[in-house]
């Protein structure tokens, strides 16, 4: 599968507001996390990848073709929007149906395509009830069902999992799973950085309209070198061990936490550092319980590169 | 590029959506006030035993200047401009917008449901006075042609003013509020002033289409401009709502919808 | 005053679907957690114990006052933050928190005073004197949170405090939320369907599915309770190391975790030997701890599957 | 001087006991309403029919000046003084604008913003929560139908010297315009808890008060029968008015009925505001 999205030096403001400067993206299959504080030019990049909003320099092409009042690109995109949007005296039922229909499939299928939508999302036996008596976890599960129904190639989903509950969450991220295993791309925005954790290891970060990360969170953290890593390992003789460790020039800071029987050491040169470990481990009689990255997480890139 | 079953999908919806809305309801009854005051007045004249009020008149002075210098507007108004700002006051334009489904056809879809809507609210009411006041002689021929031309020529203005309303509702933030100004602000002034303000009025072609001629006023300078004839003033009507839709739609399609308030 | 809430055999419906079905509970200080999935039934018992609705039958006490009874002298100590975002147009953060401030009893200059100080606390100084209706769902989350904790409440409800937050903000607020615990004059009950908010934040669990309250639990217990699986992550390629532990039975879920049940008498220095032998290191080796989203599976899926 | 640390800090003072726990909603009301936009303009047109009377009860205390002879002769008496200046039709199109727009949107707005939780959330009953709206719409009604009248007569004091206003005829003047004020205020709160769009309630506020107007015109010119006046709101204020203060009648019909009507709706009005309030889930 080729590029599915290209954009090149986007650039979007309306008023004195800036959305975005400057963006040049190449997205192509597997979930990709998109993340951001709010009002930092996410929302504005997701619009104009949905053609609610025409850049003012650069231009953007899914598939090679351009989004902007190109309504025919839809065939092959499914999107779930980020608000609490529904139509007023319609039942779920009536909503999946008519968006489905707007595919312009035969009478058959775009029932069956609507059942089956609303049946991942567990909403078949209240699709008779109207929207409004819909909880707001049920009205977001609504809105994700409206996306999946043409089996789109691409997924742009508005935190899609806002105001899920957990059981459901945790169904929703196996289908997304699913859904890149068949080869299909789908772009995750959410706030909730352990959700991405769960369901990709590739992330945008867009900040004061600019991407600041694009790619493994792994790769990124790894180029954070103004944050040398973190290991936290707990075991019986940490002294001894941070004895043994200290000899090469491995290591920038040592911490002890005796109330935990725990040293943590900070290093720029991880994959080194933990040869040195193991060896040091299997070599010693030290009995190791645990050993653990405490900022090798989405959470600490995020803090690190946005700096709150 | 025009799917004409995503129109019918669109026409569906919205027909039946709109006909459980609470707007809907009000505006039924409101159409049968007429109606009803006709009744009630000589319902407490057979009390009185008085001549009863002839249904003809009560039906030219009373029923005309309401269904075609008010009901038709208003309502044409409220649902026309409501065709787009309701999807945007909701956010639900975006369900819209991120389907495969070209502009024309959700506006054309649309309109027809809200128009077809409208039509319906209207019809109920003109047709039931109508009858009611000509019950005597209803089955003459004269009658039924004037009860067919009088749905007629409702249903096209109906056409005209929902297709203005909706050029208002895509283009100018206080449609609504505009739409007023123009119905009981120009299109009231236009009658007295000489003929040429007038022929940029609805309403100007609108009464060569009914069969009963609503009375105007004389003008200022009490010149009165011949009417059109029926043919010229239909024409013209459905050229205007062809015009009016038009430009919604190359609006609509030019315009960005920030449906949210912060980026 | 040990018990904050006392339910007993509460009942509740939306005309056939009960939605809080013979509900009992007794809450000490501190912080609770209230989780289900959707329909649960949460909101509604939250609405019950604050009387915007009348239970159909049961009882209950919340600070000592009957919730049916003395409903006001009982909201006089209790503050509630909303799911929905309800705001009031036309005001500034200032005016609409004094306002609420003032409808609790506060005497106007009072309320002023205190609306300034609770907004610095949230965190919306530079924007206090915007109207509310320009405000982010993040902000309004803050200035909900001010508002609802300006008379200085005993008991605080909280449904969906951090919906809607970026991190960062979504951090701060978790740590407002412990701070105002930790200073122990006001116990807090958060609904909410981040699991991960809810171990950050709260001493205690209750889970509720279909309107019935089926766990009820501390998070420290939770989390002690071990389980013999080992998480481990190699630097390298993990079959070599694998083929060393064809005894014990392990699976490998995605990225790299490998998921291992060995015996509690098992030394672990046997695991680190065979990684050196087969020339690669240990990234990650971590006992697991039941989190709260397994506690959380267990018990809906007991209870029947959703 | 110990530091301020970081932190949560609890609220030293102590809750009022008062019984009256809306009257926030009252005095904030109050200030949001004249905040609005041309709120000044609105309350200067209204306030300038109360000029108009005190100018002519200046006139009618100098028989030397020949101006406003019609309207002077009007307000001859004290109880035609009341009568004309509470009934006369401009305020009664004054009372209705500044209803709906004092008014039209203090429910609508909490339901379409569903904060109507925000109020119950706090020590503050239903009851409480729909007196303190009552109260913003009855102050401004009442600034501009119970304060000019009460002027009135003060001034006609100084410019007459004259006590004759017996207690009867004082009480009757605060009365009539708290009931007409009541009546305004409950079918506009009504109606603004009937639907949470504003306009809405404002097209249905207008086409109901000229729709009375219209069909009581239309019906009378019809029948000739002063019946139908009991169908238009202005024309009920102006009867219940002269039967109160014992002056000419405006139509050959029982005075009393209108006043009948007017308590008879304020109460329905209030009943059907009850029964949505109640329905509103929070």
């Given amino acids: 599968m080729g590029v599915v999205i290209k954009g090149e030096n986007l650039s979007k403001w309306y008023g004195n507001v800036l959305g975005l400067s400057e963006i040049s993206v190449e997205i192509s299959g597997g979930i990709q996390g998109l993340l951001g504080p709010n009002g930092a030019g996410k929302s504005t990049f997701l619009k104009i990848l949905t053609g609610q909003l025409k850049p003012n320099i650069g231009e953007i092409t899914i598939f090679g073709e351009p989004v902007f009042n190109n309504h025919e690109i839809f065939h092959r995109i499914g999107y779930c929007p980020e608000f609490d949007a529904y139509y007023r005296e319609v039942t779920g039922w009536e909503f999946i149906r008519f968006k489905s229909a707007l595919f312009g499939y035969n009478k058959k299928e775009t029932d069956d395509r609507a059942l089956k939508a609303l049946d991942k999302v567990g909403l078949t036996d209240s699709k008779e009830r109207k929207i409004s008596e819909y909880s707001l976890g049920m009205r977001q599960r609504l809105k994700f069902a409206s996306s999946i129904i043409n089996d789109s190639d691409l997924l742009i989903l508005d935190e899609p999992l806002r105001g899920v509950d957990p059981l459901w969450r945790i169904k929703i991220i196996k289908m997304l799973k699913e859904f890149e295993a068949e080869g299909r791309t789908i772009i995750v925005s959410s706030h909730i950085l352990a959700e991405i954790e769960a369901m990709t290891n590739n992330v945008i970060l867009i900040h004061q309209g600019k991407i600041f990360a694009h790619g493994d969170i792994q790769e990124i953290r790894d180029l954070i070198g103004s944050h040398p890593h973190r290991i936290s390992v707990v075991c019986d003789d940490t002294r001894g061990l941070a004895k043994k460790m200290i000899s090469d020039d491995l290591l920038r800071n040592i911490q002890f936490m005796d109330s935990e029987q725990k040293v943590i050491f900070e290093t720029d040169k991880r994959d080194r550092f933990f040869d040195t470990l193991t060896a040091t481990i299997s070599g010693s009689g030290i009995s190791v319980s645990e050993i653990t990255s405490p900022d090798d997480n989405l959470q600490s890139v995020f803090d690190y590169l946005i700096g709150r | 590029m025009v799917n004409k079953n995503k129109i019918k999908t669109i026409y569906n919806f919205f027909v039946k959506k709109l006909l459980r809305a609470k707007k809907t309801k009000f505006f039924i009854l409101f159409s049968i006030t007429p109606l009803l005051i006709f009744l009630l007045i000589n319902g407490i004249k057979l009390l009185y035993n008085d001549n009863l009020l002839a249904g003809h008149d009560f039906f030219k002075n009373g029923g005309m200047p309401f269904f075609f210098q008010f009901y038709i507007q208003l309502v044409s108004l409220l649902f026309g401009a409501a065709v787009l700002s309701d999807e945007i006051d909701s956010k639900t334009l975006i369900y819209l917008n991120t389907s495969p489904i070209s502009k024309f056809s959700i506006l054309s879809g649309k309109l027809a449901a809200y128009l077809s809507v409208t039509f319906i609210i209207y019809a109920i009411g003109s047709s039931l006075l109508y009858v009611t006041t000509h019950f005597n002689g209803i089955l003459t021929k004269k009658n039924l042609l004037a009860l067919l031309q009088l749905e007629f020529a409702g249903l096209i203005a109906i056409i005209a003013y929902s297709s203005l309303f909706l050029l208002f509702g895509v283009s100018l933030k206080k449609s609504t509020i505009i739409g007023l100004v123009y119905i009981f602000g120009w299109e009231t002034i236009a009658q007295i002033l000489p003929g040429t303000a007038q022929k940029i009025t609805l309403f100007f072609y609108l009464n060569s289409l009914t069969p009963i001629r609503i009375p105007k006023e004389k003008g200022i300078l009490n010149i009165s401009i011949s009417q059109p004839g029926f043919a010229e003033a239909l024409i013209s009507l459905l050229l205007f709502s062809a015009i009016f839709f038009a430009a919604s739609v190359y609006i609509f399609k030019k315009r960005e919808y920030l449906l949210a308030d912060h980026t | 005053m040990e018990t904050t809430i006392e339910l007993n055999g509460l009942n509740f419906s939306y005309g056939n679907i009960k939605a809080v079905d013979d509900v009992s509970l007794i809450t000490k200080k501190g912080i609770y957690g209230l989780l289900g999935p959707n329909g649960a039934g949460k909101t509604t018992l939250m609405k019950l114990i604050l009387g915007f609705l009348k239970a159909r039958s049961g009882n209950g006490k919340v600070l000592g006052f009957g919730i049916e009874e003395n409903t006001r002298e009982l909201r006089e100590k209790v503050g509630y933050m909303s799911e929905s975002d309800s705001l009031i147009p036309g005001m500034d953060a200032v005016d609409f928190t004094s306002y609420l401030g003032r409808l609790s009893g506060m005497p106007k200059q009072e309320a002023i005073k205190r609306a300034h100080e609770v907004l610095y606390y949230v965190g919306l100084e530079e924007s206090r004197y915007r109207m509310i209706e320009t405000y982010s769902s993040g902000m309004m989350q803050r200035l909900k949170l001010a508002s609802s904790i300006v008379h200085d409440p005993v008991l605080l409800f909280l449904d969906e405090p951090t919906s809607g937050m970026d991190p960062g903000s979504r951090k701060e607020m978790i740590e407002l939320i412990n701070d105002i615990s930790k200073k122990g004059t006001m116990s807090i009950i958060i609904s909410s369907h981040i699991l991960t908010d809810i171990e950050a934040t709260c001493e205690d669990v209750i889970i509720m599915d279909k309107g019935k309250i089926i766990a009820n639990e501390k998070i420290s217990v939770i989390a002690s309770k071990e389980v013999d699986i080992f998480e481990i992550k190699l630097g390298g390629d993990s079959s070599a190391f694998l083929k060393k532990f064809e005894r014990f039975k392990y699976e490998e879920a995605d990225r790299g975790m490998i998921r291992m049940q060995l015996p509690s008498d098992f030394s672990t220095k046997e695991i680190f030997d065979a990684a050196l032998r087969s020339g690669t290191h240990i990234k990650h080796f971590l006992k697991r701890r039941s989190t709260l989203e397994d506690t959380f599976m267990n018990a809906i899926g007991e209870n029947g599957a959703n | ?282």
């Fill in chain 4, 1 to 282: 001087m110990p530091i301020r640390e970081e932190g949560y800090y609890n609220w030293e003072g102590t809750l009022s006991k008062s019984k009256i726990k809306w009257f926030p909603i009252f005095t904030t009301g109050i200030k949001s309403v004249y905040k609005k936009r041309f709120s000044k303009l609105l309350f200067a047109t209204a306030s300038s029919l109360f000029f108009v009377f005190l100018i002519a009860l200046y006139v009618s205390s100098k028989p030397e000046l020949k101006m406003m002879s019609r309207l002077v002769k009007m307000i001859s008496s004290d109880a035609l003084l009341f009568r004309t200046y509470y009934t006369n039709g401009f305020l009664v199109f004054m009372c209705a604008m500044i209803s709906v727009f004092a008014g039209s949107e203090l429910i609508s707005n909490d339901l379409k913003h569903k904060s109507i939780s925000l109020y119950l959330a706090r020590p503050l009953s239903k009851l409480d929560y729909i007196t303190g709206k009552f109260s913003i719409i009855l102050f401004y009604l009442m600034m501009f139908t119970l304060l000019p009248g009460l002027l009135l007569v003060i001034f006609k004091v100084i410019f007459t010297g004259d006590f004759s206003a017996g207690l009867a005829l004082l009480v009757k003047s605060i009365t009539f315009p708290v009931v007409i004020s009541l009546f305004w205020a409950s079918l506009m709160l009504m109606l603004s808890s009937l639907s949470e769009n504003g306009r809405f309630v404002k097209i249905i506020f207008f086409v109901a008060f000229f729709l009375s107007q219209m069909i009581a015109g239309m019906f009378w010119g019809i029948f000739r029968n002063d019946n139908f006046m009991y169908i238009s709101i202005e024309k009920n204020i102006q009867q219940f008015g002269s039967f109160v203060f014992g002056t000419p009648l405006e139509f050959r019909a029982p005075g009393w009925i209108s006043g009948a009507i007017l308590l008879g709706l304020t109460a329905l009005f209030l009943l059907i505001l009850a029964y949505r309030l109640r329905k509103v889930e929070v």
